[in-house]
């Protein structure tokens, strides 16, 4: 079970992610979003050593909200440059590579198991506690699933769709809204891309 740290970062994961989030193609707002954090969750990593978190941010410039699910490790992952977040400081284990989960095979992995009924959601401030509030639909095991993950969280493609994952995020009026953050979709052709 993941050790959560109440500590310092440096910068901080809004800090990385203002720098980060511009650059995403699916991001639509400013070069310069004023990010609050609106809500997520957190798996375990099997072996203990790596962080993963599902991150849900609000630019408040825009009132878009983004899902950016975040994996944090002691060591730089191989050939995983391009998804990189950025490095922080961690006040109790130092230094930290930060990277975009779907980029991430731990979070790939984990994120499949929640998806199929072999792992369960965290809470994201709260060590060893499930998080009631993630409501999941397993997918089918009986065939290849591929894992997709919504970056504007809302209702998610619906077309193939056979098991997801929906939370929770405040809007900046303090509204409690859920959407599908992580989707499941058997394996084709048309989807070799998430």
Known sequence: MAVIHHTSLIPTKLELLRTWLPAQDWFHGTRTPELVAVGGFRLDDPAGQVGIECYLV???VTAHTYHVPMTYRGAPLPDAHDALIGTLEHGVLGRRWVYDGPGD???VAQALAL???????????????PDPDIDITCAAVDAPIALRVVRIPGDGDPHGRCGSVRGPWR??????????LLEATAMDGRNSRW
């Open 58 to 60: 609000t630019d408040t």
């Open 105 to 107: 095979p731990v979070f």
């Open 115 to 129: 998806l199929t009924g072999r792992a369960e959601a965290q809470d994201q401030q709260r060590d060893n506690t």
């Open 171 to 180: 809007t900046p009026q303090g509204r409690e809204t859920h959407g599908v």
